[in-house]
């Protein structure tokens, strides 16, 4: 059972309420459905406008209207935990922080934090990477907010297509030895998948304990009809 919601965000009804408050946005590219991306989206408490903080090509942090953008407001995390999120996010950015040529790819099992504006990777995983949703779950996980059980997650057929194609289309940006290391890892770690993370971030905010891969999948399936009905 979902009790969830993914809003389509309204940039021109922006409250002070919404400010110091962290969202999670998903977007389905209308070329290409089977693409998704994810995000954190929060309100900028000087100019009342709607940001948003992403790992795609580059990490960005910068104002956005959203269009096309399914969030969730991540009401389980405080006012104080969400404002300390925001800085760091913030923060990233204006240090440049993360160097695309040797961060974004398929190895990841947690472990990975951001501190100063910049990533420390995990010292016990060799080539330890991100990806737009593990580097939300990973950030998440730093401020203590388990939202998924790891441990349940499995490595299916078509994670393992996607890992082998979106090598080969970040292949230009990254460092060749950080590449040959990501293509050898090819189906040995699970993808999280940014409607999966979504999803389970709506699961989540009920009891607060770890989302299970079977519920997970689940509220997915919940999300891309939710971002079905505000397409429409």
Known sequence: ?????????????CQND??????????????NPNAKHSAFVFIDENSKRSMIAHLS???????????????????FISERN???????LKLIAEKKGINIEDTYGII?????RFENGGV??????????????????CFLEQYGFKVIDRSTWVITDDDIEWQKEILEI??????????????????KFPRVRPEQLVGACGR????????????????AEFVLQEMTNIAT
């Open 108 to 112: 990841n099992t947690g472990g990975t």
């Open 170 to 187: 970040v292949k230009p940006t990254l460092l060749q030895p950080f590449y040959e290391t990501q293509k050898e890892n090819v189906g």
């Open 82 to 88: 969400a404002l300390s999120m925001i800085i760091q």
């Open 18 to 31: 919404d400010v110091d408050r962290l969202a999670i946005a998903i977007k389905i590219q209308r070329s």
């Open 1 to 13: 059972m979902n009790s969830f919601t993914i809003e389509k965000h309204n940039n021109e009804a």
């Open 204 to 219: 989540y905010k009920e009891d607060l304990k770890p989302v299970s891969y079977t519920d997970a999948c689940e509220a």
């Open 57 to 75: 090509r580059n990490y960005n942090c910068c104002f956005d209207k959203l269009k096309g953008y399914g969030i969730l407001w991540l009401d």
């Open 120 to 137: 420390i990777k995990n010292p016990d995983v060799e080539g330890d990477s991100l990806t737009c949703a593990t580097f939300l779950l």
